[in-house]
């Protein structure tokens, strides 16, 4: 049985090849990819989802090694924001 934490890990994988697997590489994601993803799984956290440029820049410092794809470690990175600009939020209230 999984820890509550291992659960979550388990989804955030999950999720990542939900979108990873429409296009190109199966375990990469595309810009267009990584859109998806934010817009339909990030809408309430990740502010201008639906402003091309924001994406992006954004796509731009994800993918460290600019092979034109962010991969799952890259995709690490964006969480790691998200959860800490979380973590702040949430002792602010």
């Known amino acids: 049985m999984l820890t509550t934490l291992e659960d979550y890990m388990e989804g955030i994988i999950n999720v990542f090849h939900r979108y990873s ?3 190109g590489h199966f375990d990469t994601l595309s810009k267009g990819e990584l859109k998806q993803l934010i817009t339909k799984e990030l809408p309430n956290t990740l502010k201008n989802t639906k402003d091309k440029a924001a994406i992006d820049k954004l796509f731009q410092e ?7 794809q962010v991969d799952f470690r890259e995709f690490l990175i964006l969480l790691a924001r998200v959860l800490e600009t979380a973590h702040e939020n949430i002792h602010k209230e």
């Open 21 to 23: 697997v429409r296009v």
């Open 62 to 68: 994800l993918d460290a090694d600019r092979d034109g």
